[in-house]
């Protein structure tokens, strides 16, 4: 029995194991500032990490006698570090924004209507980063 004409295995020999994500990518070709920006996203992350764990460093430090967070304050007011650091934000905010709307194509929304429930599941996701965003600034500022 050939295999290739059988029912059972296609010819193309194509086998679903749930990783294609074709629905979910663009089918235009992006702009190269926009691809660059999307490539940017882990090296902004990996940033936010080191300035984090570099001010944690700092304020150990500080608390056994030395003026190591002044110097961390110092590092963050440098003209080049707030440029890096204004482009990082822009970087996380273009990544919640296509993570979020990535979000609804994933999910399935099988019952009533799909745009509007993707709607939906978008305004909940921007509503609850949103008022946890406000939560924690209060929290600083206090």
């Known amino acids: ?6 029912d059972k295995n ?6 679903d194991n749930g990783n294609d994500i074709s629905h979910i990518q663009p089918k235009s070709k992006r702009t190269l500032l926009f691809s ?22 700092c304020m150990y430090t500080n608390a056994v006698g030395q003026d190591e967070f002044y110097r961390f304050i110092f590092f ?13 934000l822009f970087v996380a905010l273009l990544h ?11 999910l399935p929304l099988n019952q009533g209507n799909q745009k509007s429930r993707a709607w939906l599941m978008s305004a ?15 929290l600083v500022l206090k």
């Open 10 to 15: 296609p010819a193309n020999h194509y086998q």
């Open 36 to 57: 660059i920006i999307h490539k940017l996203i882990p090296f902004s992350m990996l940033w936010v990490s080191l300035i984090l764990m570099y001010g944690v460093i």
């Open 96 to 106: 919640s924004i296509l993570w979020f709307n990535s979000t609804t194509k994933i």
């Open 76 to 88: 963050l007011r440098h003209p080049i570090v707030v440029a890096i650091n204004s482009l990082v």
């Open 124 to 138: 909940g996701l921007w509503i609850v980063t949103i008022a946890i965003s406000i939560f924690l600034l209060l």
């Open 1 to 6: 029995m050939n295999r290739e004409n059988n």
